[in-house]
C-alpha cells in the first residue's frame, strides 16, 4: 500500500488511472494547477449559472489501492477517496495516460491548428454559456470536444489543442509576450498554480481587463475584471503570471459588413493613416452599430461613441499613445443596465470631462456628463418647448465651447432643426428654432453637425431635403450668419448622405462627408471663410476611396483630426 497526499497542487498521474476516479497519485511528469487559491475577488462579467457546485474535492487524502497500474473498476470505486459521479464513468480495460503528450479525451484532425482569435473567445463563451463546473477528476463533452474541466483544460478547449495540457505544458505550444501586448484568445498562465484566457481590455492605461476562466470548485466557468496592478488575479500574486501567445493562434479575417466602426487619423500637413477597425465590446474582433459619434480631449485622447446592434450605446477612449480602452456599455435613465436609444453624440469639454447626448427610446434627448477621473453623472432629460419635461427628437449633436458651454443641435418632433445651450453652471438656455436656407422659415433634413471654435463661435453643418449641404456660423453674441451651400466636387453644392465638422485651434474647420458616390470626403474651411478642394482618403485594404455609411470627424489640440467611419 502507499500513500499520496493532495492539498493545494494536484499532481499528474503519471501512471494509467482514470481520472473520473478522483484518484491523486504522485507523479513529476507533469502538473494539474489546483485552482482553489484564496477567493477570487475579480469582479464577475457575467453569471448567468452563479451557485453551488458539487464538482471537484480538496483536503488530503489517502488511498487503499495497492497498485494503481492493475487496479479494477471495482478497486477504484471502492477507495474511500473516489469522487465517482453521474457525469464520469471508470473503464477498466481502458484506463487513461494523462501524459500531455497523449490525446485522452477525444481527437481530431483539426486540432492543434491554425484558429482564430474570434473562435477561441467563442469556444471561452460556451462554457459560461453551459455553466461547466471546476472538476479537476470530471471530463466536459461538447461540440467542442471532451476536456478537463479545470483551468488548464479550460484554455486548451479555447485554443482546440489536441489534449487537456496542464499550467506546467501550456508554454510547450505557445511563446512568451509582453503583458501589455496582450489581445483576446492570450492567456496569463501562473505555471505552478493557475491559468486565464485574457479577453481583451476593459481600460488600458489603468491595467483592466477582460478574462475567461474555470477558477475554483465552488463556483462556474465564468468571465471576470481583473487588474495587472492589483495585488492579486483571480485570487494568486499578479506577478507570478507570464503572458503567453499560443503559437497557431491567427488574427481573425477583418469583416467588411454595414456598420463597421473604422478610425483613422489626418495629420497636419494633410495625409492620412490608413483606416483600421476598432475592437469590439467583450472581446469581439470588431465593433458594429447604427449611429457613431468620436470628439477630442485637451490632453490628446479622444473619445468614441457608438449604438451597437443590439441598441445599446457604447463608449471607447483612445489614449494619447494610440492605444484603445475596450468597448463598455453606458449605463441607462434610472438605473437601468444599459441605454438603448437611436442616437448618440459626445463632446470633449476644455476641463478634460464630456458631454454625452442621446435619443431613447422614449424619443427623448437624454444629457449627462462623464467626469475627467471617468465617472458618470445620471442621465437626465433636456426640457421641451413651451414647458414640456422632455424635448422629442429624430436627430442629435453636441459641440463643447471654449466658455465651458455646450451646444445641442437637434431635428425636433416636428423635424425642424433647433438649438439649446447649456451653460457651464449647468442651467439651459431653451431652444431656439433655426430659419432655413434661401429664406425658408426653417430648415429640414436627416442629418446635422456642429462644432466649437476658439473665438466662442460655432459652426453647423446639415443635410437639406434636397440631399445638399449646407453651412452657417453662429457668432459668438448669437448671430447667425443663415445657411448656404457647400460647393461640391465637381457641382455647385455639394451632395452628401452623412457628414461632420470640426472646429480646429487656428479658427478653421474641417469638414467630412459621405458623398452621393457613397465615399468618404474631406474639405476644410479656412478661417478667412474660403474652401478648399475636396479630397478622398483611401479606403479598406488598398482601395482608392472608403465606402462609408456614417462619417464624424474630432479636432485635436495637436492640429491633428481624428475621422470615424462606418462601413456601407
Request: hydrophobic content about 40%; glycine content about 12%; proline content about 4%.
Amino acid at each position: 500500500m502507499f500513500t499520496t497526499s493532495r492539498s493545494r497542487k494536484l499532481l499528474s498521474l503519471s501512471i494509467a488511472v482514470v481520472a473520473a476516479a478522483g484518484i491523486g497519485l504522485g507523479g513529476a511528469s507533469s502538473s494539474y494547477a489546483d485552482d482553489n487559491a484564496s477567493a477570487n475577488t475579480d469582479a464577475v462579467v457575467a453569471d448567468p449559472n452563479a451557485g453551488q457546485v458539487t464538482g471537484g474535492t480538496e483536503g488530503t487524502f489517502t488511498t487503499t489501492i495497492a497498485n494503481p497500474a492493475t487496479a479494477t473498476a471495482d478497486e477504484i470505486a471502492a477507495d474511500p477517496s473516489s469522487t465517482l459521479s453521474s457525469r464520469t464513468s471508470v473503464v477498466a480495460s481502458a484506463m487513461v495516460d494523462e501524459s500531455p503528450n497523449v490525446d485522452y479525451a477525444s481527437s481530431s484532425a483539426t486540432r492543434g491548428g491554425s484558429i482564430t482569435r474570434g473562435t477561441v473567445m467563442a469556444r471561452a463563451q460556451s462554457w459560461v454559456d453551459e455553466g461547466v463546473p471546476y472538476n479537476q477528476q470530471g471530463y466536459h463533452t461538447d461540440a467542442n470536444g471532451t476536456y478537463r474541466e479545470d483551468c488548464s483544460g479550460f484554455v486548451s478547449m479555447a485554443w482546440n489543442l489536441p489534449v487537456s495540457r496542464t499550467t506546467w505544458t501550456l508554454p510547450d505550444v505557445a511563446t512568451a509576450i509582453s503583458k501589455s501586448a496582450m489581445q483576446p484568445g492570450d492567456i496569463l498562465d501562473y505555471t505552478s498554480e493557475h491559468v486565464i484566457l485574457f479577453a481583451g481590455w476593459k481600460d488600458k492605461s489603468a491595467g483592466t481587463f477582460y478574462y475567461y476562466a474555470e477558477s475554483n470548485p465552488r463556483v462556474l466557468t465564468n468571465e471576470y475584471v481583473g487588474n495587472l496592478n492589483a495585488s492579486t488575479i483571480a485570487g494568486w500574486p499578479a506577478g507570478d503570471y507570464t503572458a503567453y501567445r499560443y503559437n497557431n493562434i491567427a488574427a481573425d479575417a477583418v469583416p467588411v459588413t454595414a456598420g463597421t466602426f473604422y478610425h483613422s487619423v489626418r495629420s497636419t500637413s494633410g495625409t492620412w493613416a490608413n483606416f483600421n477597425p476598432l475592437h469590439g465590446a467583450n472581446g469581439a474582433a470588431t465593433f458594429a452599430g447604427s449611429q457613431e459619434s468620436i470628439t477630442g480631449l485637451p490632453n490628446g485622447s479622444s473619445q468614441v461613441v457608438g449604438i451597437g446592434l443590439d441598441g445599446n450605446i457604447y463608449h471607447t477612449g483612445r489614449n494619447v499613445d494610440g492605444s484603445w480602452t475596450a468597448f463598455d456599455h453606458i449605463t441607462g435613465a434610472n438605473g437601468a443596465t444599459y441605454f438603448h436609444g437611436s442616437d448618440v453624440a459626445i463632446a470633449g469639454m476644455p476641463d478634460g470631462s464630456s458631454q454625452l447626448v442621446a435619443i431613447g427610446n422614449d424619443g427623448n434627448i437624454w444629457h449627462r456628463v462623464r467626469n475627467g477621473d471617468g465617472s458618470w453623472t445620471v442621465f437626465h432629460t433636456i426640457l421641451g418647448l413651451n414647458g414640456a419635461p422632455a424635448f422629442k427628437a429624430s436627430r442629435v449633436q453636441i459641440a463643447a465651447m471654449p466658455d465651458g458651454s455646450s451646444q445641442v443641435l437637434a431635428y425636433g418632433a416636428d423635424k425642424n432643426m433647433y438649438l439649446d445651450i447649456r451653460y457651464a453652471n449647468g442651467s439651459w438656455s431653451g431652444w431656439t428654432e433655426l430659419a432655413g436656407a434661401n429664406g425658408a422659415a426653417t430648415f429640414q433634413g436627416p442629418d446635422l453637425a456642429i462644432t466649437g471654435l476658439p473665438d466662442g463661435s460655432s459652426q453647423i453643418l446639415a443635410i437639406g431635403n434636397n440631399g445638399s449641404v449646407y453651412h452657417e456660423v453662429r457668432s459668438a453674441a448669437g448671430v447667425f450668419s443663415g445657411f448656404q451651400a457647400i460647393p461640391g466636387v465637381t457641382t455647385t453644392a455639394m451632395g452628401a448622405s452623412s457628414i461632420g465638422i470640426a472646429g480646429m485651434p487656428n479658427g478653421s474647420s474641417q469638414v467630412v462627408a459621405v458623398g452621393t458616390d457613397g465615399n468618404v470626403w474631406q474639405t476644410t474651411r479656412n478661417a478667412s471663410g474660403t474652401w478648399t478642394s475636396w479630397t478622398a482618403p483611401a479606403g479598406i485594404g488598398g482601395a482608392a476611396k472608403f465606402a462609408a455609411g456614417q462619417v464624424g470627424i474630432a479636432a485635436m489640440p495637436d492640429g491633428t483630426t481624428q475621422v470615424l467611419a462606418t462601413t456601407h
